[in-house]
């Protein structure tokens, strides 16, 4: 069996891994299991079995594949410096080319194309809206229960692409704000947050009109070609930004890894940073309020933030210039069981993921938890009780200083 | 019913698994041998492994028993179509005495979970091997692990009180117990070590050690790694046993360095990383000793960390190391050897020279306090006849440390990969005793046979000519 796409694990990345084991306890769904083809290193076992010609890529290795929750943790943990999550998104990506018609062709379509339009993304969000008004959420199940758990999306639905903010004296710089699939959609105050908070800094803040969705989910689904189209569309709407801006942790985690997909990737990567980073940096630089106060605050790291960019300082000294001491809920940052459209796919072993947070978040007794990346917060919202609050810390920041 | 059907009916459908990949998933631990069972199972009470050894006895199908696999040895890896009991999800802490200072665990916890489990009572888990974060305390068991702080603590061995063992006929039996000295053979010593070959252990009554109240990690730094070698041998000579005595040479600062960032100094030719702990007057007393006796033999700096995260992070770096060394070359081959440490500094010289021989590159981390090396080859496997070289290496530096009057394995087991060289520390009469030891509990030898004594290790396996 040979691979058939540019982004199959390669041999040196497949060679980069020593078995050492180190990064099993790391992996949610080893630490759920107990087994093997669950863990990283089974895994990539499973790669180079079906690299090397020794197993088929048949339903079991996607199987094995698909379980997977890309969280990343697993390099954190992983002496041997292996870059796990890009080697996964390959291997899914030679599951889509060989098997077109496996039963994760729907989340494909869904992630790979729909989403970068965001006339379709608008009108079904404005569905889930109105599902949300109607109080058919409330009552469903799955699916329907995690829309509960969104924030009311607002019709008709916004977008920042093609808008500029400017701050209240001369602009001290520019950066441009990707606007996102379901940010501007589901999520808007936090863009709203994000830009104020940018303004008051002095930054001149531009969403460039032809950007599009980043590509994280079509990359985490094997929709390889589609990530690889939807990265060249941005490569070139951000050409010429020294710095972009993203608030999202799953999509600043995939636009740094940009090198990857596009021909001009590499100097987009270089120029991304994430919000809780920039934010945090502007702290640093003196050129925003801070706060005084103890107001205790749970602090959930998502994956993408702590793991796959080591982003673990940023939120917390954000949320303690909101005037807030930042708790810490979970000491090894295990994913709390979102990861991204996982808690769709995979709705038990999420919940099994989602319980165990809402169990620390328990036992850290804490009444609010600052989670600065959207899927988690609806994963948590889903899974704590109502008397608990789940915020973004940047919106957070922004709530004690407008 | 085929014993597919079987263990199905037993443990359902995905607690066994047949597949290809999924045996070729299990075909390794972390080191050098690999070999892919027939069937895996992931067993989740006692009941149920006497269950699975008694189907596998019935089908006279051989079994491994598995815990993380992150042994180096191949202890756990599988030998032609065994059977494959996997025991991490037998992962629970049953009991914790806080008086009595023990704790009843499954096989398949992981060693850091009891520790961290015991966060804030004041206690933890001893044995500490640099795998600890993943490997499992049956694993630890069954191959006596060590680790730096056994120089200080014993190895496993010394914290395991009683174990719970399912015999090769399918028999739960009870061995040892919380009493200090337990009538009769000591039967608990003998499985602890035994690496499966003797049965599968189901439980353990573990001891308990209690946190020091003071400690005190210090990092010195040496242009010579002589010196370095020379400093270990003399804390020990100078009657002192600190709680850890490591070093590590030039590469292995480097490429740990890579991925910890913890500051380590990369222009030193080699480091000793040493600990003491105990009350306050005596911890600082023996760091001063430690310290005289390391500027005696020039060392360039000694650090003391300043705080338990600074702490945290040199011992996260010391046991990274057999990972870092990934970043150097794709493959690493890893010795266990133990001597002598009054024959330390020639020991460590001649290894050098050995690796300069045969052209290989050569890493060396290891617990200077009781002369355990662990020379680390690393290698690209896939350049033709490389293998081969490294390997000839290894068992070349392993004779050398025997000759001196050292040992193959300090703390890694035999498995599969030191097997056959154990007729370099043990007579005839030596290994058939080990033989006798291993029909009486396993006289189908169905328990992880091929392991630990090397064919015709007993007399009557040998031609009578």
Redesign the interface.
């Known amino acids: 069996m040979a691979w058939v796409t540019d982004w199959a694990p390669t041999a040196d990345e497949l ?11 790391a992996c949610p769904t080893f630490r759920l ?5 669950a863990s990283p ?2 895994r990539i ?2 790669m180079r ?2 690299a090397g010609g ?2 088929p890529l ?1 339903g ?2 996607a199987e ?1 594949m698909d379980l997977c929750l890309q969280c990343r943790a697993c390099e954190t ?6 870059p796990f999550g890009r080697m996964m998104e390959g291997a899914r990506g030679e599951v889509a080319a060989h098997r077109p018609d496996a039963p994760t062709i729907g989340r494909r379509v869904l992630f790979g194309r729909l989403i970068g339009s965001r006339v379709l993304v608008a009108l079904a969000s404005a569905a889930v809206g109105l599902a949300q008004r109607a109080g058919l959420a409330s009552v469903g199940s799955g699916p329907l229960r995690k829309a509960a758990a969104l924030r009311p999306i607002p019709i008709p639905v916004p977008t920042a692409a093609g808008r500029e903010w400017l701050p209240d004296g001369t602009p001290i710089g520019t950066v441009a704000l990707l606007s996102g699939c379901v940010m501007d959609a589901w999520y808007s105050q936090t863009h709203i947050a994000v830009i104020q908070v940018l303004r008051t800094a002095g930054y001149r803040v531009v969403a460039p009109p032809n950007q599009t969705c980043c590509g994280a989910l079509a990359a985490h689904e094997g929709a390889v070609y589609d990530a690889a189209r939807l990265a060249e569309r941005n490569a070139e709407a951000f050409e010429g930004y020294d710095r972009i801006v993203v608030d999202s942790a799953g999509c600043s985690a995939h636009m740094k890894g940009y090198r990857h997909w596009a021909d001009g990737g590499a100097k987009v990567a270089d120029r991304v940073v994430d919000a809780n980073e920039f934010v945090a940096q502007l702290l640093t630089e003196g050129l925003l309020p801070v706060i005084e106060g103890d107001v205790p605050i749970g602090i959930q790291d998502p994956c993408h933030l702590r793991h796959a960019q080591r982003i673990v300082e940023a939120p917390r000294a954000i949320l303690g210039a909101a005037g807030c001491v930042p708790i810490e809920i979970d000491p090894a940052g295990m994913c709390c069981g979102a990861a991204g459209a996982y808690q769709l796919t995979h709705p038990d072993v999420s919940d099994q993921l989602g319980r165990i947070k809402a169990d620390q978040i328990a036992g850290a007794g804490v009444a609010v938890v600052a989670s600065p990346n959207p899927g988690c917060e609806m994963q948590l919202r889903a899974h704590v009780p109502p008397d608990v609050e789940v915020v973004h810390p940047i919106e957070v920041y922004w709530d004690k200083i407008k | 019913m085929d014993a597919t059907a079987r263990l199905i009916e037993l443990l359902g459908v995905d607690r066994v698994r047949t597949e290809p990949i999924d045996r070729m998933v299990y075909a390794k631990d972390s080191g050098v041998t690999a070999g892919e069972p027939a069937i895996v199972v992931l067993p989740e009470t006692t009941a149920e492994v006497a269950a699975v050894v008694r189907i596998a006895a019935a089908f006279d199908m051989p079994i491994v028993a598995r815990g993380a696999g992150t042994g180096l040895a191949g202890g756990a890896v599988a030998c032609p179509g065994a059977l494959l009991v996997v025991l991490t999800r037998m992962n629970q802490i049953v009991m914790v005495d806080e008086v009595g200072r023990t704790a009843l665990v499954g096989p398949g916890l992981i060693n850091l979970d009891l520790s961290h489990a015991l966060v804030g009572r004041n206690l933890h888990f001893a044995p500490d091997p640099s795998s600890q974060q993943a490997s499992t305390i049956g694993g630890n068991a069954a191959t006596n692990a060590g680790g730096p702080h056994c120089l200080a603590e014993g190895s496993t061995v010394a914290h395991v009180l009683g174990v719970e063992v399912v015999s090769a006929d399918g028999e739960i039996l009870m061995l040892g117990g919380a009493a200090p000295d337990p009538p009769g053979y000591d039967l608990r010593g003998l499985m602890v070590g035994s690496e499966g070959t003797l049965g599968i252990v189901t439980q353990l009554l573990v001891r308990l050690t209690e946190n020091p109240p003071q400690t005190v990690t210090m990092l010195i730094a040496f242009d010579d790694i002589n010196d370095a070698a020379r400093t270990g041998s003399d804390i020990i000579g100078a009657g002192l046993v600190p709680a850890a005595l490591e070093m590590m040479d030039h590469e292995m600062i480097v490429a740990i360095e890579n991925f910890v960032s913890a500051g380590l100094p990369v222009e030193a030719d080699a480091v000793l990383l040493a600990e003491v702990v105990g009350h306050a007057d005596g911890v600082a007393e023996e760091a001063g000793v430690i310290r005289s006796i390391a500027v005696r033999n020039r060392a360039t700096d000694v650090r003391v960390a300043s705080d338990e995260d600074e702490r945290a992070l040199l011992w996260k770096g010391r046991k990274s190391a057999f990972g870092a060394i990934a970043q150097a070359a794709p493959d690493y081959y890893l010795n266990d050897t133990v001597v002598p440490r009054t024959r330390f500094v020639d020991v460590l010289g001649e290894i050098y020279a050995i690796a300069d021989r045969y052209g290989i590159r050569l890493m060396n981390v290891f617990h200077a306090g009781d002369g355990n090396l662990h020379p680390l080859v690393s290698y690209d496997a896939s350049q033709p006849g490389m293998t081969d070289i490294v390997v000839e290496a290894a068992h070349e530096m392993v004779c050398v440390a025997v000759a001196a009057g050292g040992t193959l394995s300090g703390e890694h087991g035999i498995g599969l990969e030191k097997r056959d060289l154990m007729d370099q520390v043990f007579t005839d009469v030596d290994l058939d005793a080990q033989a006798r030891i291993s029909q009486a509990f396993d006289p189908a030898r169905r328990m992880n046979p091929g392991k630990v004594l090397p064919d015709g290790a007993r007399c009557f396996d040998r031609p009578s000519s």
């Open positions: 060679n980069s891994c020593i078995d050492c084991g180190l990064c099993l306890p299991t107990g087994d093997e083809s290193r089974g076992a499973a079995a079906v020794r197993a048949d079991r290795f094995i943990a992983c002496p041997s410096l292996v």
